[in-house]
Structure formats: structure tokens, C-alpha cells
């Protein structure tokens, strides 16, 4: 006897229903009894995140935990008070200013009477430059930023800083000087950076045509990651010196890693330079125009970096960078050890 269709139909359904609901378990399958379980061994959470956000940017939700979705493809990063930083909306005060410039003279001085030239540059956020992609709803709230302030008290009063606004800006006409869907500047800023800071020190830098250019192809930025998205990948052209230096890493206890060039030319100057990851590029662009360089990173964990490798090291240079929404730890640096 053949089955009816609506016997047919009822198996249907109760087939349908059975698969999904082994479906819905999936996830359960691999969970212990432990709360905490459900983060780590939750079956296809990335998946299902992924899925999630990707939804929301079809949609076009812009507001995501730690970035912002602009136009035209701009990501940008919105915590560690950057959008503040873009908006004016955490000015410094009269008292901030004259501790950084106090702090910054005296270290600037005590090293010039040893013979070391010390650069203090700050690398403005992609928001400072790029600020037009953002939705027109974040307001700029305030006359100044902090770097506008900072920058312009310290040329009047003490030891200036390195602006590096004004050529990212010029640049940014003719060549994309920060990515997109990354927090950092790309080769072609880094390049720009390089060049001001060079020059700066009394140092002349290579010309563009003297990098090969070097295509790492599409990859997924660090915005595009925190998005939880895998769609917004972004071509990515290396800028690499041709250039013989040797490079070695030094793993430290506190799991940070120092990096060292050295050059085989003994008449160039020796540099300590400490850095954020916008520095990171600049590496192989700085190598050739010194004959070592101690490269310190800032962080580990929560803590900031001090001032000893300079005396350990005794270099012609010193360097210090910050990008722009870490200017408050710029004063952590530079002040005097015992009053941190």
C-alpha cells in the first residue's frame, strides 16, 4: 500500500523537526558542567559569532564593541579613547602640560650634557587624519585636541615634539597613508614617518624608488578581527630597504621582545628607541642609518617601559614614540623615577 500524502507530508515534518532539533543540541555536545565551559568548547561559536557580525555589517550596523564602521570602507577604532581624542573631549590640563614640558626639559637636558640628541614624536590617530570618513554623528566637541594642545605648548615653552599631522595630511592627496581596516598606518605613512623623523635628526633619508615594494597580498586586519567579520580583508604593499643588516630578537623574562639591528658600517650613530607598534614598520626603514639600534617596546601587560636601557646602552640617539591616544603614558615615561 502506497503512503498517502499527508502521511508522507507528517514524516516530513517530524523528520525536519528531529534534524533540527540535533541541530540546536550540536553546540551542547562538547560542554562539561562547568559555566566557564561555555566560552572556551561552545560548538561553532567563531561560526556563529562570525555569522552574527557579518549579518550586522549587511545590514549596516556601524557600532561594534571596539570599532566604528565609517564610509567608503574606513574602520575605525573607537576604544582607549580614541573617539575622544578625535572629538576634543578630553582636553589636557594647564597643570598636565607644564609637568610634560618640566619633565621633557630635564631629560632633554641631561642627555644633551652626555651628547645625546633626544626626538619625541607622536604618530597621530588614523581618526586625526582620516577624520572625514567617519559618520557625520560623532561631533568634534572641542577647539583643540591634546596633541594640538601638547604641541603647541611645548614649542612655546619647552623641548618641542615631532608633528607628524602636517605631511601624513600632505601625503594622504596623493597615496593612502593608513589602512582602512586597521588601527596602524601602512608602509606608505610609516614611510612618511620615517622620512620627518630622519630628518629631524640631522639624518638623510633613502628615497621611495630605493624600497622594493613587496605586494603580502589580502589579509585580515586588526579592525576587521575585532569585528568578528572575515570579509574586510585589505591589500597590504611592504616597503623593504635593500639594505645588509643583521637583526636579532631578545626574549626577556616579562615575555617582552627587544629588537636589535646592527650595521656593519662603524661610523654611523648607535640609537635606543622606544615604541608602540606603530613603530613596528619603521624597523627595516631605521636599520641602515645606524650602526645598532635597541628597539623597546612600551608595554607588558599594563605596565610602561622606564628609561634605564639608555644608560645601559649609551647611544648617540634616543627616541621616543607614542601613538596619539597613549599621550597620557608619554608622561608616565619621561617623569623623574622617584615620584612615579
Known sequence: MNPTPSRLARGYQLAFSVAFFIILLLPLRRLTLSPGDLEANFFGRAWLIQEFNLARVA??????????VGDEGWVFYRAEKSLDDYQNAIPLSETDLTEIQTNLDALASAYAARGIQLLVVIVPDKATIYGDYLPPEIPILGAESRLDQLTAYLAAHG???LDLRPALRAARE?????????????????????????????LEPFPLDAFDVKSAGLKLLDLSRNMGTNILEERIDLLAPDDA?????????????????????????????YHDSFFFQLIPMFAPHFRQITFIPHYTGGEIWNLDWVEEEQPDIVIIEFAERYLADLARLVKPREVR
Open 159 to 161: 623641548t618641542p615634539l
Open 245 to 273: 643588516v643583521r637583526y636579532r630578537k631578545l626574549p626577556l623574562a616579562d615575555g617582552r621582545n627587544l629588537t636589535l639591528t646592527y650595521h656593519e658600517d662603524q661610523s654611523l650613530p648607535r640609537a635606543v628607541i
Open 174 to 202: 596623493t597615496q593612502q597613508v593608513y589602512f582602512k581596516t586597521d588601527t596602524h598606518w601602512n608602509d606608505y605613512g610609516a614611510y612618511v614617518g620615517y622620512t620627518e623623523m630622519l630628518r629631524a635628526l640631522g
Open 59 to 68: 545590514l549596516g550596523d556601524r557600532v561594534f564593541p571596539k570599532t566604528i
